[in-house]
């Protein structure tokens, strides 16, 4: 098992900055790569970043390149997510989530990965 708590999440005015924080518990960190994901009222789970179990590989969704970074401590246990820019539309709970066994496109899917942290609220107000 694997235990994820976010932190970081609040209000913020568009064109502002937020950091989020996912730590990990539990079995060995660095051997998951790590997602990020976002939920608004209404809409599906999407993908926002991930990266890979070292930290050596990136990907981003289209929206959010060039505005977020995600990056990661893995003496700390610890996934992160730099959001700079923020927009209205980057309103939602954002999710971080593990995954055990590779790397790929399929780590754009929520349903790819085994565990799940509660989420943290971000409101991008206009």
């Known amino acids: 098992q694997v235990q994820l708590v976010e932190s970081g999440g609040g209000l913020v005015q568009a064109g502002g900055s937020l950091r989020l924080s996912c730590a990990a518990s539990?079995?060995?960190?660095?051997?998951?790569?790590m997602g990020w994901f976002r939920q608004a009222p209404g809409k599906e789970r999407e993908f926002v970043a991930v990266?890979?179990?070292?930290?050596?590989?990136?990907s981003y969704a289209n929206s959010v390149k060039g505005r977020f970074t995600i990056s990661r401590d893995n003496a700390k246990n610890t996934v992160y997510l730099q959001m700079n820019s923020l927009k209205p539309e980057d309103t939602a709970v954002y999710y971080c989530?593990?995954?055990?066994?590779?790397?790929?496109?399929?780590?754009?899917?929520?349903?790819?990965?085994?565990?799940w942290g509660q989420g943290t609220q971000v409101t991008v107000s206009s």
């Open positions: 989530a593990a995954e055990s066994t590779g790397w790929g496109p399929r780590l754009f899917r929520a349903t790819e990965y085994d565990y």
């Open positions: 539990g079995r060995t960190f660095s051997n998951y790569a």
């Open positions: 990266i890979s179990k070292i930290g050596g590989s990136t």
